[in-house]
């Protein structure tokens, strides 16, 4: 009689004791989810988050030198080795590459940003893309001094018409990342001199007012 008590009371405790084991394993996952709740941190896909503010650079000097300052402005570096060509949609955050003029100015007409990247411009007149650390993309061009009040502000309450060069030019000696989220474009680049294939190339678009809904280009 006391050997059926004995047992029974052992099972009870061992019952007690795999409980309170599964429920201390529960707790540093519950309260690390408690504490990442209070502090107002969630992980959203890009496509869920703002478009980035269009970057200017105030400074002048060469272009090679102007890319290098905006490229550690937005913090990216260059495509890796094993990635001489990649679609946008898996090159790595954080990264920067080249997109042809064409392949840019189809993304942007048909809304789809997929573009192929090239670690190389394979064209002098190629336009950068900047991969930013939130997965969203910036349209690296050179624009006139004079756009600088448009296009800075967090808040934008109309678009801005602008032209946007692949290259420095009298015209356009500013660098500029411009949000590629927020740019409508009714037509494809065209080169400044239809003869000269090196010639640097313009894009005509809209910078999307900030009270705009973003516009269907995915993961941007």
Do not use: C
């Amino acid at each position: 009689m006391s050997f059926r008590f004995s047992l029974r009371h052992n099972r009870r405790y061992l019952t007690y004791a795999l409980m309170s084991l599964l429920l201390m394993s529960l707790l540093p996952a519950s309260l690390h989810a408690a504490r990442g709740a209070n502090s107002g941190k969630m992980e959203v896909l890009p496509s869920q988050k703002a478009a980035p503010a269009a970057v200017f650079l105030e400074a002048q000097g060469s272009e090679a030198d102007l890319r290098r300052q905006l490229r550690l402005k937005t913090g990216v570096v260059e495509l890796g080795a094993e990635l001489p060509q990649t679609r946008f949609s898996v090159a790595p955050v954080g990264t920067f590459g080249f997109a042809p003029q064409q392949g840019l100015g189809l993304a942007l007409v048909s809304q789809s940003p997929d573009m192929l990247l090239e670690r190389a411009a394979p064209a002098s007149n190629a336009y950068e893309i900047h991969k930013l650390a939130d997965g969203s993309a910036l349209v690296v061009g050179f624009v006139s001094a004079d756009l600088k009040p448009q296009l800075t502000p967090q808040l934008r309450p109309k678009n801005i018409r602008l032209s946007l060069y692949s290259n420095q030019t009298d015209k356009a000696s500013h660098i500029v990342g411009v949000p590629l989220s927020k740019l409508a474009v009714d037509q494809m680049p065209h080169r400044l001199d239809p003869k000269n294939p090196n010639s640097p190339v313009v894009l005509e678009m809209d910078l999307q007012s900030s009270s705009n809904r973003q516009s269907p280009h995915g993961a941007q």
